[in-house]
């Protein structure tokens, strides 16, 4: 891509948004569906099948909790996208980068089905999950910072928006950090605060409490 | 998401439609794809290859069933999506919740598959079939009702077609719900319903019924 | 959907074709895609891998058949759609119809990497495949001879362009029933006829052919 | 399609680029997504777990080699499209040829995985790798000079910008070639140098050293 132009010393390409989002909605929908393929149907055997399913429980949690990551990380990754006014060549690679580890995300979500309540390998196993969970969180908010810092987002964002997404954004890569760090001690507690943290990013638990109280004062907007 | 804007005493994030609809494509696509890897290639044995393919109807069934659900969800996904303006967080959310129901459907179709005609284990695997099935049903009834709720509906359509799509899309919750209660008790008839709701749902008897009737009455509208 | 309006004695909801269009690329694309994953990897043995990727001829055979059906089909879908106006419930069912042969597509195309030069079981596989590929180009014809019948397409379209795609479309149909009864009697010599239609189909010989006469006589339309 | 049209001698159907956009963006995230599959699981065995994953360091290079080389290959797509005014039906079936190589990619990946570190084998799996990468970039090549040739480009580009992405695409075929030869000697040599040109074209150093030192420079231009 050209780097000098009639306009000034320099240039960087500019592109839609919309490939970029095509692609990023296709890696998002394909991860989040992969994960499926790991849930391993029990054997005919004399056994009953609902103990077999229930003996399963670290599979369902984990694909629980990758599934609600994938979730909470599109749902971020739309938002900033919403903001976004165009792409630049850096934007694009930054993105693939965050898809990257969205992509390989089904792998240590089967590696943690598969050791988890395996003492010592466990801990491996946790604290790659974490990594990943970490590379996804911190790889949108360094899209995010850098189309700030570029002035790719459109300027008819009002400043509140543009630093609530950022104070939304930030935290969860401290308590991810924090979690990797009680893993390496007791992996089991780390998975349960994963499922955790994912709960809480994916229900908007103080929206709801708000809607709730705004609809006990007034009537609903649109009623039929 | 900020929470106080200068607009009003709350305000909710805004947003296109165009990632959630890409998701939901994404995701329905993959999913319905996915079934078919569960098409299991009868081995090269020394029987034949006609009777092998026979053998193994459970799983042409469960295959039909599920992908003529998701079809079913996709129709009425894009008829709501097609009377919304915006998004919010919540319907965001909620639509994830559907998704994932959406993503997981292979699995209990291979339980389904692997388990029917198979006295004792059969109950539960069509148990937890037609809760999947009833959980993507309810989905989109509460993304819809979300909606309408919260004004995201755009303001041109006539009250007779909100009505109609309301009318469509609950019913089909009682009849899963009625289905499920009849595979406790006979799971194999059961199945045999959960094709027929899904038969009916994606062949619209009614509509092509008053096609041919209005045909034979009038001429073409469109003859070339 | 409501069926009576102030519009008159009858109608039909009228979609936007975006979202069948999004479903669509993503069934083509993942059906496409899904047939890499039966290309097996040669075992690591004392035998050349050379030499065993040479005697798996038979899968690469179906895998490039059933890649250039999709992409045939594909290419047609989307002129199909270049044309249409708008979707109504019943073409977006068509549509489903079609969609649920692309996707279930790997499944013979599996059966007949397994089966080619297996005599006997050979016949079934090749048969089942002719079918899967004939549903595949029916359901094309059908979808675009409903959009005429019921005036979908956009008015701006010249008669000779809708006669044309019409005239591409029906003879491949007569051309896989053809080589499906060529099938029941030599299997083998259907699949080398399945490969020329796909070949004929996703090659334009005519209009390279015209181009190259064209540009020996003019130059290039843009030279740079 | 038609030939002979009333607007002179010849004539091409002229269609949108949306479809193909969205067909490919839904390969290259398929094929990207996939070759998580190959990522094999460490068995539970009296190993420990790190030292099975610290073996498996060939699956993870033509993981790593794959990703960045569909990932860049999607970045130049998504440049030649932005420059696309319209397709027509050549180049979609030279897009569909690229897509063909792009969703075959994880196969050549799996085998690569496989035979690395494998003596004798390995040269015929680095050979067939180097060859699918070849044959990604020549058709991405392809497709950009077919639509220069036949005027498909939007007339608002600037010759240089058009120059630019020229110079960018064809050296990277030169390059393939040398290491293609490279591997028929070395197979492990040739590996290297994939990740080195797959990292050099992913990572734009020039863009990121320009970036700093303009930052030297000047202040950010969107500061917060």
Sequence with gaps: ????????????????????????????????????????????????????????????????????????????????????????????????????????????????????????????????YGLNLLAISGFISIVWHYALWQGLVTKDNSEADVRALTTKLDPSLVSYVVVIGIGLWRPGVAVVFYFVIALFMIIPFRTVLRELRHRRRASPPHPR
């Design 1 to 128: 891509m050209s780097d000098i132009t009639p306009d000034g010393p320099r240039r960087r390409i500019s592109l839609r948004t919309t490939r970029m989002e095509a692609l990023s909605d296709g890696i998002f929908a394909i991860a989040a569906t992969l994960l499926v393929l790991d849930l391993a149907i029990p054997a005919v055997t004399s056994k009953n099948v609902g103990h077999q399913l229930a003996e399963q429980w670290p599979t369902y949690v984990a694909y629980l909790v990758s599934f609600a990551t994938i979730g909470n990380a599109w749902l971020n990754h739309s938002v900033i996208t919403e903001y976004l006014d165009r792409a630049d060549a850096i934007l694009l690679r930054l993105n693939l980068a965050l898809l990257f580890f969205v992509s390989v995300l089904p792998f240590p979500t089967h590696m943690l089905a598969e050791y988890l309540s395996n003492e010592g390998d466990e801990r491996i196993a946790v604290t790659i």
